[in-house]
């Protein structure tokens, strides 16, 4: 595994649990003024699918699955950015629970990713 995939193959990983305890926080009415800050990293987070998928489309077989990557952090950062706007009131709950699927869907997409990649790098001897 190159250094590049397991740098943002961790990135992934670290980044989506700090998103993931932020939200908790959030939904619990807490450290809201972190808002920003879940943004950001969410913003990074996406960045790090990418950095995967482009070391993917570089790996022989790997366009199609990271295509789908790439188009997955797109969803990714729309959806979070339109978040607030989308149903708002009693139902936004609904939004919210969307909102962390998404993620979860994102770092799975992410370790697949990684670890696929991962299997088609070259053995160092």
């Known amino acids: 595994m190159t250094t590049t995939t397991a740098v943002a ?5 670290i980044l989506g649990i700090i998103l993931i305890i932020l939200g908790v926080l ?3 009415g807490h450290a809201l003024q972190l808002v920003p800050l879940h943004m950001l990293l969410g913003l990074l987070f996406v960045v790090a699918l990418w950095v995967l998928a482009g070391v993917a489309y570089r790996a022989r ?5 990271a295509s789908v990557v790439v188009v ?3 969803i990714v950062l729309v959806f979070g950015m339109m978040q607030r706007a989308l149903l708002p009131g009693s139902a936004h709950w609904v939004i919210q629970v969307l909102h962390l699927l998404v993620g979860l869907v994102a770092m799975g997409l992410g370790e697949g990713l990684a670890r696929r990649v991962g299997a088609r790098a070259p053995v160092a001897r």
Do not use: E, M, Q
Request: net charge positive; proline share 0%; hydrophobic share 70%.
């Open 61 to 65: 077989g790997l366009a199609g699955f």
């Open 9 to 13: 193959r961790w990135l992934v990983r």
């Open 26 to 28: 959030f939904w619990a």
């Open 72 to 74: 997955w952090g797109i």
